[in-house]
């Protein structure tokens, strides 16, 4: 029943497919880019040809749509909105008709810090008036470094979104922009250059990383340094608890400061929010099997384009076959970890090195598809295609591309786990028949109190909010355009090497540790992206793409190094090991000492590539290897900090040596915390350092990137 056991009896069609694609593309306008974009749907159409059938192979095949259809941010600098990018559009226009002009700056990885800017701009204009003000976005990413004396400089009231990443740092986009602004302000040589701006700065963090909102917090100090007036202390949003709600706060009081500082005054209100206009228009195709044929050539057409040259990226990730997929954990283990070999031998644009990322796009499993069709009374055959309208808020997130059958587009586009946003609720209330549920999902939406006890504070999810409130079905184009949020790409730490001596660079491997936990509404949560690689099969084709890090090993291969990284921690040192066997046994290199310190459960459960450490060590690829097993003795926990106090005097070496380097990777809550803690020990004890001369020490190793940390 699986579509790759049916592709190759289904060559019936090609006539049949020339002509629907031509009357579709006349219809749709089908540029490219539109037709790179359903990548896989190929033999899920084909299979859906004969049946009809959405199976969950079919639901596997991913396409190559662009970050622009899937909404992420990244796809927003592709298509749908037209962003200042010139000087000219940058800098801060001066007459404006008389009206204020407000300048969101921010700085996102995942899109949530420009949902908001663009959410503020849409509120502003709404509540002041295009009298008043004149609200804008700025992508800090397009700020570059020549240009941003003169448009911040230019700016008389701006505000920052800033989200943090990596270990504390900016995001991907906007460091060169914070780099900049923390360069010229520590400087200390135009301590006046923003006396003319009045600025805030909200922080998109999260508090269980060991630098909260430290981007937030150093754009805001940078600010202030360069002169800017600071209209209201940093707002530092919390995503461990919620940060929609805490958004919602600083809205409420940027209004008030905004009205205080220049004397604005409110004409709408911005709660009334407009759900047809931030809805789809939805462009229904009658004819199925003619949007399955159709999309068949879509995919066919983007892969064969991918196996290119192409760089995949997150706008157009490559359709990778995949391998094979196993499982790490022995039978004993409750839970699960699954090693995933992806086939990248076909697509010569994929490059990458050890201590990269994958970028995977998943899908919502099946029975989670069903239940959302269900809910929305469609069946998930129905083909669909959604239309922007005209006057659509710049929020709306660009279409995803289409004719494409409402089940697939539920797989792959919509974020259904996550909490729904308050306007989510206010757009469902708004579809509800039944009274007595419109009237609590009114409530819920408006009132922060019981947003956050029934929402915020149990976690509970979009979809088991619109089971609770059946009534409220949306339309297709609500749901899609202010219902759901976008299903975003997850990263995963490649733990293998393109140099590894067994597979070469033709296979990128992923170590994933599969999420389930109850949660507090009694739901069992099973991780969207992790679930769906746990049943990948091979063949299937998964959507990916490589995000660079710096994550890697010294360029001398005699610089000793010390590994931490307990369980999916141990993920790109993996490639690290399989990059100094190769250096070793191919490049005839001389190693540098290497200590690897790996930590599980239980021995006997999830000690994952125990083969694979104990053969490095008997080769002499790493000099030792020291195991942490945290539940295997009831009466005393051990973890990899106490093996590395254990072993304190190697340690001490490698970090008072000249070229050494210490690499940590996984949790970042509280392993990478306990780590550093008891590297601070060791320095102490073994070096005799005051704590503060230990700090110091830590402090420059990072800044020299010989203390570096993969952490999520
Ligand atoms: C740079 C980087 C590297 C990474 N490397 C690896 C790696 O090598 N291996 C690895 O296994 N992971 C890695 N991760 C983590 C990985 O990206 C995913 O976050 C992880 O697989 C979980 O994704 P998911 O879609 O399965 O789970 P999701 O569905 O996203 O859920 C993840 C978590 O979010 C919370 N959550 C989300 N929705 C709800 C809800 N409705 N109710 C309750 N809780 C909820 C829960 O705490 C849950 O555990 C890495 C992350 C980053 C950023
Ligand atoms: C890999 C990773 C690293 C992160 N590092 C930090 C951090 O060091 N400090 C912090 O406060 N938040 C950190 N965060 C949390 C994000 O800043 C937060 O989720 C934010 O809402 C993302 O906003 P964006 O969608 O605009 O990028 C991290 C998140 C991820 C996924």
Same mark, same amino acid.
């Given at each position: 029943m699986a579509w790759r056991t049916t592709t190759a009896s289904s060559s019936t069609s090609s006539s049949l497919t020339n002509v629907v694609m031509s009357k579709i593309e006349r219809v749709t306008g089908t540029s490219d880019a539109m037709t790179n974009a359903?990548?896989?749907l190929l033999c899920a159409s084909v299979v859906g040809l004969v049946t009809l059938k959405l199976s969950r192979k079919m639901m596997m095949m991913?396409?190559?749509?662009s970050a622009s259809e899937r909404g992420g941010a990244e796809g927003d600098k592709v298509a749908g909105r037209r962003k200042p990018t010139t000087l000219r559009e940058l800098k801060? *226009?001066? %007459?404006?008709?008389g009206a204020r002009v407000i300048t969101f700056y921010y700085g996102t990885q995942t899109g949530t810090a420009e949902r908001y800017a663009y959410t503020l701009v849409e509120d502003a204009q709404k509540r002041y008036g295009a009298k008043q003000v004149l609200a804008r976005a700025i992508d800090?990413?397009? #700020?570059?470094p020549d240009f941003c004396e003169e448009v911040l400089s230019s700016e008389k009231c701006a505000v920052f979104l800033q989200s943090t990443y990596g270990d504390g740092d900016p995001t991907d986009g906007s460091a060169d922009f914070c780099r900049w602004l923390e360069e010229t302000a520590t400087d200390g040589?135009?301590?006046?250059?923003?006396? =003319?701006m009045h600025f805030c700065t909200f922080g998109l963090g999260n508090?269980?990383?060991?630098?909260?909102n430290a981007a937030a917090k150093q754009v805001d100090k940078a600010l202030t340094a360069l002169g800017g007036k600071k209209m209201m202390k940093i707002t530092l949003g919390d995503d461990d608890k919620s940060l929609e709600e805490d958004f919602e706060e600083f809205k409420e009081a940027l209004w008030r400061q905004l009205e205080k500082t220049f004397q604005l005054k409110a004409e +709408?209100?911005? +709660? =009334?929010? =407009?759900v047809e206009k931030h809805s789809y228009m939805i462009k229904k195709e009658e004819d199925a099997e003619k949007v399955n044929e159709l999309t068949k050539i879509r995919e066919r057409k983007s892969f064969e384009m991918s196996r290119g040259s192409e760089i995949p990226t997150q706008a157009k990730p490559y359709a990778c076959p995949i391998k094979s997929c196993k499982e790490l954990?022995? %039978?004993?283990? =409750?839970r699960s970890c699954v090693h995933v070999e992806f086939d990248?031998?076909?697509?010569? +644009?994929?490059t990458y090195e050890i201590g990269d990322h994958l970028g995977v796009f998943a899908e919502n499993a099946p029975d989670v598809v069903d239940r959302v069709c269900k809910l929305l009374k469609v069946s998930k055959q129905t083909p669909m295609e959604l239309v922007r309208r005209?006057?659509?808020?710049?929020?709306l997130l660009p279409v995803f591309p289409g004719p494409i059958s409402v089940g697939i587009a539920v797989a792959r586009y919509?974020? #259904?786990l996550s909490m729904p946003r308050k306007t989510a609720i206010k757009a469902l209330a708004s579809f509800a028949t039944n009274k007595k549920e419109a009237k609590e999902l009114e409530i819920l939406a408006v009132d922060k109190a019981k947003y956050h006890a029934y929402i915020a504070e149990p976690h509970r999810s979009l979809l088991e909010v619109m089971e609770k409130f059946p009534s409220a079905v949306p339309t297709l184009g609500a749901f899609f355009g202010c219902v759901a949020g976008r299903l975003q790409p997850r990263y995963y730490s490649i733990s293998?090497? *393109?140099?590894?001596?067994?597979? +070469?660079?033709g296979i990128v491997t992923a170590t994933v540790a599969v999420v389930k936990h109850k949660t507090k509404t009694g739901r069992v949560h099973e991780g969207v992206c992790s679930t769906f690689l746990q049943n990948v099969r091979e063949g299937d084709r998964v959507p990916v793409f490589v995000r660079k890090a710096t994550f890697k090993l010294p360029k001398d291969a005699k610089a000793p190094v010390i590994l931490i990284g307990p369980g999916t921690g141990y993920a790109p040192f993996r490639g690290f090991l399989q990059e100094r066997e190769y250096l070793m046994k191919s490049k005839k290199e001389e190693l540098g000492e290497c200590m690897l310190f790996f930590g599980c459960r239980k021995e006997e459960h999830d000690y994952i590539y125990r083969d694979e450490m104990e053969k490095a060590l008997s080769e002499s690829v790493i000099s030792s290897l020291d195991v942490a097993f945290s539940r295997d003795d009831p009466k005393k926990k051990v973890y990899v900090q106490d093996k590395i106090q254990m072993k304190a005097k190697d340690v001490y070496k490698i970090l008072r040596s000249p070229n050494g380097a210490v690499y940590v990777c996984g949790d970042a809550k509280h392993m990478s915390r306990d780590v550093n803690r008891a590297l601070l020990q060791v320095l102490q004890r073994e %070096?005799?350092?005051?704590i503060h001369e230990a700090e110091e020490i830590i402090r420059r190793l990072v800044v020299d990137k010989r203390y570096m940390k993969d952490v999520w």
């Open positions: 359903c990548a896989l991913s396409s190559s749509t801060c *226009p001066s %007459g404006a008709d800090c990413e397009d #700020v570059k040589r135009m301590p006046d250059m923003l006396e =003319d508090r269980s990383y060991e630098h909260f +709408g209100e911005e +709660g =009334d929010f =407009d954990h022995t %039978g004993k283990s =409750d990248v031998s076909q697509c010569k +644009g994929l005209d006057d659509a808020p710049k929020s919509a974020d #259904v293998s090497s *393109p140099n590894d001596m067994t597979n +070469g660079s %070096g005799e350092y005051a």
